[in-house]
């Protein structure tokens, strides 16, 4: 077996950026999610609300174990009571179809 | 033995903001903390370069675990290779001696 981090499909340099009409179906399947850009890159992000600063780091961890799973990571802003996760793929400066899979992953973690 | 939670000096409303002459003395004590403005609320930071994703959460978790045992917390900022560290006091909605405090000891535990 080989102990290479498996590479992220996302994190490709060919990797296809998800076309708008996908984009559109893909916000639609996580309501919470918005869709922001910063620099002309587009991202989604959700703000999670906790009853402490314990909770919500306890979430980012979680969030955290399923990125080093996949080899794909959030941004993470973990402050008392909140935590905002925020998804994109670097190397294609915006959306692949993996981030919106995170965002799903990210969903279940928070209602489980 | 109360097992309150104890109060943050820093949160408490009264507590005093770091007047202009201080504020540069404690500056030039963590130098590689920059002073920041959100919506007229001074704030200081500094961003922890880490080899990768795991070491930055690490960090992170640490930062956390010193914020819950002085109950003052940051915005910890986690992403792959870095976490920004802030500092503020919500309460005063500017900064507390504590936060330079604070500061001082993130360095500690990112040198230790």
């Not at 992000?45 to 959030?74: C, M, Q």
Request: proline fraction near 4%; glycine fraction near 4%; charge should be negative.
């Amino acid at each position: 077996m080989s102990d290479t981090i498996p590479s992220c499909e996302a994190c490709r340099p060919d990797a296809e950026k998800v076309d708008p009409a996908k984009l559109e179906k893909y916000l639609s399947q996580v309501p919470e999610w918005r869709l922001e850009e910063r620099n002309g890159v587009q991202m989604i992000s959700r703000d999670y609300k906790f009853k402490n600063f314990a909770l919500a780091l306890e979430f980012t961890n979680k969030v955290g174990a399923i990125a080093e799973e996949i080899n794909h990571h959030p941004e993470l802003v973990t402050e008392w009571g909140k935590v905002r996760v925020t998804w994109w793929s670097h190397t294609i400066k915006g959306l692949h179809e993996l981030d919106f899979a995170m965002a799903k992953r990210c969903e279940a973690v928070f209602n489980a």
